[in-house]
Nanobody, 114 residues
Framework: QVQLVESGGGLVQAGGSLRLSCAAS????????MGWYRQAPGKEREWVAI??????SNYADSVKGRFTISREAKNMVYLQMNSLKPEDTGVYYC?????????WGQGTQVTVSS
């Protein structure tokens, strides 16, 4: 059974940086889509960054120029977050999707203080 585990969240001051990691355990096929999502208190989960076929990335307007998604191993994806703002606070989830599967991690908390 495949599990995704996020790490790297924490408390940081505005303007600081964090690097989130997501690792998949278990056997997994070709991963077409790797993505990061977040959910702030009282709000719906929203898309943050996505990586298609390991090469094509795209970002939500709110994080463009500050966040970078990268894949440095077959089953690992990272989210480098710079110039963090209080509105970046939330639970961050990673997602791996491919033919016939769609896996989500359990989330890691990111809190940005002003």
């Amino acid at each position: 059974q495949v599990q995704l585990v996020e790490s790297g969240g924490g408390l940081v001051q505005a303007g600081g940086s964090l690097r989130l990691s997501c690792a998949a355990s278990g056997s997994i096929g070709n991963i077409n889509t790797m993505g990061w999502y977040r959910q702030a208190p009282g709000k719906e989960r929203e898309w943050v960054a996505i990586l298609i076929s390991g090469a094509n990335s795209n970002y939500a307007d709110s994080v463009k120029g500050r966040f970078t998604i990268s894949r440095e191993a077959k089953n690992m994806v990272y989210l480098q977050m710079n110039s963090l703002k209080p509105e970046d606070t939330g639970v961050y989830y990673c997602r791996f999707a491919g033919l016939g599967y769609d896996y989500w991690g359990q989330g890691t908390q990111v809190t940005v203080s002003s």
